[in-house]
């Protein structure tokens, strides 16, 4: 094989608690991970001598080598001692630094697509190890499906898929840093936190009213107050009806859930466009 198309999907967290804070600095997190079909279109082309080439037009995407998926390929140069080359060429679909994991999908990729081009015969397992190292995100990233994950993230449990859903997703035109989010998150006094074994029920079942009662992002009072035209927008489709609007991850992306696709639409028709832009996906 000397050449692979790869969509590296991004990931909505239908809900997202921190237990503690560990030791090491990160937090403990227990979050309810969904993939959607919204995905950056990766090409891995097989290049003769020990060339890593990568390009990527997208203007908020480094494209030298401090991009996550160059970080990607020197972890499994160093852990195969492999020196084969490639060219990766990134288009970038999924916004930018806007708690849709696009960073950490695209990472996933690589380690993927690179262990069949270069025919590493590295273990699924050892993959998830080396997904981990690089971030947290990235062993669900390279599982996709609904999964719970603890731990940093990486500790994952694969649990009952949610039935085909759209998504509309509210983008908007700011860059959040989730460290910055997490420096300004407290666990003191923590308010509005998901109903994790509630949220695991309810897609044991298929009940999306009850997954929507009992979904929550603690994260997103911190993101929503430092953003007022986040929260504003969250209001505005309350208001309207669409209950169980959302952050996703640090943010500042907003979802709203629907098994139809007329519902999204009329939710897109009942916002006034601002800033944001709307993309309607799945969930896979
Ligand atoms: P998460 O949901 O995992 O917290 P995110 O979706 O909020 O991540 P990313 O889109 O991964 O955030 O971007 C975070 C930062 O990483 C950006 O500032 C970006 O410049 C940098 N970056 C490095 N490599 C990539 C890449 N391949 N795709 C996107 N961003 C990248």
Known sequence: MDKIYFPARA???????????????????????????????????????????????????PSDDSNIIMKAVRRIREETGTNKGVSIHLEKRIPVAAGL????????????????????GL???????IGAELGADIPFCM????????????????LSPLRPMWVLLVVFPISVSTAEIYGHF?????KGRPDTSAVIKALEKGDLPALKISC????????????????KKKRDLLKKGFSGTLMTGSGPTLFYLSS??????????ALSLEEEEYIITRTI
Request: glycine content about 8%; proline content about 2%.
């Open 186 to 190: 407290r666990l003191m006094g923590l």
């Open 123 to 129: 273990s699924g397992d050892k993959l998830l190890e």
């Open 11 to 61: 990931k909505i967290n239908l809900s997202l608690d921190v237990l503690a804070k560990r030791p090491d600095g990160y937090h403990q997190v227990e979050m309810v991970m969904q993939s959607i079909e919204l995905a950056d279109m990766l090409t891995f082309t097989f290049r003769k001598g020990s060339e890593v080439l990568f390009t990527c037009s997208h203007l908020k995407v």
């Open 216 to 231: 929550a992002n603690v994260l997103e009072s911190v993101t929503l107050e430092r953003y007022p035209q986040i929260a």
């Open 101 to 120: 994991a696009g960073g950490s999908t695209d990472a996933a990729a690589a380690l993927l697509a690179l262990n069949t081009l270069w025919d590493l």
């Open 143 to 158: 599982k996709g499906g609904t999964c719970l994950a603890r731990g940093k993230g990486e500790e994952l449990t694969l």
């Open 260 to 269: 139809e696709r007329n519902e999204v639409e009329r939710a897109v028709e």
